[in-house]
């Protein structure tokens, strides 16, 4: 069989396999990652009242410690097992909030700890999370550059 | 009194309406494409980046405030705001001054995902 033929065949191969499937259920994924996403957010904004009203933080410091909260939920919910289970049916909206980058930095920490503390623990941690830190990094250094070289010429 | 109760309860509100749009958003486009959680996590995060540049996830944060910042793009926003303010300040703290804005989920991140990984073992996945 030539190439041509060969993909022909593997995708109408594909088509035929495809049509077993169960049809992807769209609207209940979605308002499922509506729920999750706007509970976890409602829980970001329980702690923001709590931090403002107990301990009076504000600005950066409220925002950052709010983060952390939430980043500790997500990693100690993720120690559990039980952030799987949650991920399993709410789709993206366990994936987008914040607690999912620290479920995707904690998951891969907990799983390679076999391998040893330095090139399993520590190196396979930002398996995931390490693309968001790197291309974060490189935005926002361009950013700041761009807004250095438009604030040379007065433009910001 | 009443008033005050109310826009609380308002915030919650808009914070779980706005929170919860941009997940539903990420949930459609994983449906109609095969795109990874990795992958996602980075678009959303430099979607934040760019919005904020623009200037535009200010009003997106003073609206909905945890329902923008909790997601993803709120790190990118977070990462692009510290690269602004540092431009004013002069180059280093321009290419320095994003990750001092984010060190805190970093730092958060590390710190607790070892903490959780020593003391946890992993589970079986039931996926």
């Known amino acids: ?74 990693t100690f919910l993720t120690g559990l097992g ?26 891969p920490a907990m799983e390679f700890k076999t391998e040893g503390l330095v090139y399993g623990l520590a190196a396979k941690m930002f398996t995931v999370a390490g693309p968001i830190i790197v291309y974060g990094v490189l ?13 040379l010429f007065g433009a910001v | 009194m009443f008033a005050e109760y109310f826009e609380i309860i308002f915030m919650f509100f808009k914070a779980f309406v706005v929170g919860g749009l941009i997940c539903t958003v990420a949930q459609v486009i994983i449906n109609f494409t095969d795109l990874t959680a990795g992958k996602i996590l980075v678009c959303f995060m430099l979607a934040g980046v760019a919005l904020q540049a623009l200037g535009v996830y200010q009003y997106l944060v003073d609206f909905a405030g945890a329902g923008a910042t909790v997601p993803i793009s709120g790190f990118g926003y977070l990462l692009a705001k510290g690269g602004i303010e540092g431009a004013k ?39």
């Open chain 1, 82 to 107: 039980v952030y799987d289970r949650i991920g399993r049916n709410a789709g993206a909206g366990s994936i987008v909030p914040i607690t999912g980058f620290a479920n995707s930095v904690a998951s």
């Open chain 2, 89 to 127: 300040e002069g180059l280093f703290a321009a290419v320095t001054g994003p990750l001092r804005a984010a060190s805190a989920g970093v730092t958060a991140a590390v710190i607790f995902s070892f903490l959780v990984a020593i003391l946890f073992r992993a589970r079986t996945k039931y996926n």
């Open chain 1, 139 to 151: 935005a926002g250094a361009l950013t700041g550059i761009v807004y250095y070289i438009l604030g």
């Open chain 1, 1 to 74: 069989m030539t190439g041509k033929h060969r993909e022909n065949y593997n995708r109408n191969y594909l088509n035929y396999v495809n049509s077993f499937d169960p049809p992807t259920k769209h609207t209940k994924n979605c308002y499922r990652a509506f729920m999750v996403g706007g509970f976890v957010c409602c829980i970001g904004q329980f702690f923001r009242y709590m931090l403002e009203m107990l301990f009076g933080l504000s600005g950066d410091e409220l925002a950052g410690t709010v983060s952390i909260l939430l980043i500790f939920l997500g």
